[in-house]
């Protein structure tokens, strides 16, 4: 069965995929390792050494309108490509941490498996959730039940104090 299983894969993975598919692959792939790259510390680094030589060169160039234009073009084009590696990397990371909820959700005993996916509802339903999970709140801090966990806090902090003592 197992086998079975691996070889359907293989022949799906060996099937030609659309022009769409392997172009978003190969963003999704160059998005990462872009993310990965140009958050760094060197990548930072890089980016001062450049706008500290581009300084440096103007007095050599006049302080020209062509020396200001340089460093106003690379800034603006460098901006406009990373707002959309910035948005890849967190809409993938949002779906995945989105995921991860869900199937918390769906594996505790007693979670509502309604709030799977409340990542597509309206606006209006997720601020009438909001409003439920408040009305939660307040019925749990009238039971002597705070929501923020001051209870639980102040049990801890008095069982640190007996080990201490």
Known sequence: MT???????????????????????????????????????????GAILIIVVW??????????????????????????????????????????????????????KGARNQLIDLEKLSDEDLTSLEKQFERFRKKAEGNGNNAGGTRRANRAERASRGKSN
């Open 55 to 108: 300084g440096l060169t103007g007095p050599m160039f006049h302080y020209s309108n062509t020396w200001q234009l340089i460093i106003n073009t690379g800034t603006t084009i460098v901006t406009f490509l990373m707002v959309f590696l910035i948005q890849n990397t967190q809409n993938r990371d949002a779906k995945a941490v989105h995921l991860k909820l869900d199937e918390v959700i769906r594996a505790l």
């Open 3 to 45: 086998v079975d299983t691996q070889t359907k894969k293989v022949k799906r993975q060996e099937e030609p995929r659309d022009f769409f598919c392997v172009v978003s692959d190969a963003f999704r792939l160059f998005s990462r390792r872009s993310s990965m790259v140009l958050g760094s510390a060197w990548a930072f680094g």
